[in-house]
């Protein structure tokens, strides 16, 4: 079975682009995963490619006889096309790495593409929920459910004293990692930023950029995640985000905004609907500019100055501007320059432009 | 490269130029200090970070300890270069010298507290047995030794279906 978007990317993209959930104006996305491994079998670095290709087997039968959601599609990594791989990490359905690597693979993808488990990256299995604003709760139980499903047919590695085993001791334990994706162009605009990451450094937390470990927060955009995954229950995790650490980042980013608007109202119009006016009316636009202004027109949609253009679509173009999709949405390879006149071009269709 | 730190004197990868009054200033830190004195982030301290300062911090006396995985034979130095585990049992045969690097990486924690699996995880010698011929299999083939391979693998069918 194909899976829906690789034909059409714009026709469907996943529920956590939606704009809508708790505090969404600034924590776009609650993304939860799990690291599981088989009991019996190695790891991945010991594995030769025959057993890793065993295991890639077993795996992909065993997720599609569980009943995880109402449709599963398992895509092939080792044999996808570049752009489809590409597609998959702007999605956020698998991580660079996994895009990347060479030995047989493969990423298993509900319908709504609020669930998604690789299978053969760093460990065995990496089961990830992703849902749109701060839904850590619902995001949480949700994996649970999964997780059960896959245990009611699979013996994962456990240790008595180190709980889940890992390849990497970094996330041995729970295997949990939460990351909530925050929009913050108030508190880069106003230099505080630092002083916001300081904050959560003293609280043990990652931050990373749009795309995961390494890459660059483009579009104001940053993963807070937390770096321990032993010696605490799933639940105070999860709730230590929610009530404490996302509350406390929208809380700074809110009142930098509120500041701006009280000093620099009229500079921040201007920035907002510069940015506007220019991807109205752009003829040729790379990816990184789109971000940065994109932001800016996320920022004003968020705090009420743009009226006629909603978060949802700031949100899909955010996804649909990068190089994958806008490859696929118009079937074509394209080198950069046609890509930039033709992602123009969909920004212009989509914004509404005001004159063509 | 070879700029020491202004604060503690340790090697400085990160530099930073000001200009005051027309004047450059040059200052240097190392990773710790550039955090402390917030002219970095500390993003997300990797464990091959802390692998690096576990090895320069304590060399010595773990330089001479260097255990082997009795199941699948990794050792624990290539364990520190890659980052990444062989088998499950690793765990247990580094414990001695992976326990201290867990806990810093691990923010003291060495006891897990949250999610045991529904049912029972099976048996833990089966388990071992089957990574044990698992490893056995690999290194079989590698040495194009198929009669001992396709023995193995019948008895982890057996084994792995009980």
Redesign the interface.
Known sequence: MTYPFLGDPAQYVGEWLCGTGPMVDVAVSSRVRLAR?L??????????V??KRELETRLRREIAACPIAEKVFYIDISTSAEVDRRLLVERHLISREHAEAEHPRGVAVSADETVAIMVNE?DHLRIQVLRSGLQLIETAQRI?QV??AL??RL?????S?????T????N???G?RVSVMLHLPALKMTGEI?KA??AA?DL?L???GLYG?GTEATGDFFQVSN????????EDIIEEFRQQIVPRFVDYERRARDGLLKRQNTALEDKIFRSLALLRSTRMIGSDETMYLLSLVRLGVSIEKIKDVDLRTVNELFLLTQPAHLQRMLKREMDPQTRSAARAEYLRRRLGASSS | MDNKCDKCGKPAPIHVFDIIQGQKIEKHYCNQCAVSEGVAFHYHMTLSQILEEFVLQGGEQTGALDPVCDVCGMRFSEFRQQSLLGCPHDYDAFAEAMLPLLERAQGGATQHVGKVPHRAGGDQKKHTALLRLRAELKNAIVAEDYEKAAMLRDQIKELDNT
């Open positions: 491994n009991a019996g079998i190695p790891f991945l670095s010991r594995c030769s025959g057993q760093e649970q997780d059960d245990e009611d013996d994962f590695v456990f240790h004293r180190y709980g889940y085993l390849a990497c001791p970094t041995v334990g729970t949990l630092e990451f300081r450094r043990q990652a931050v990373r470990e770096q321990t995954t032993l010696g605490k229950k799933e």
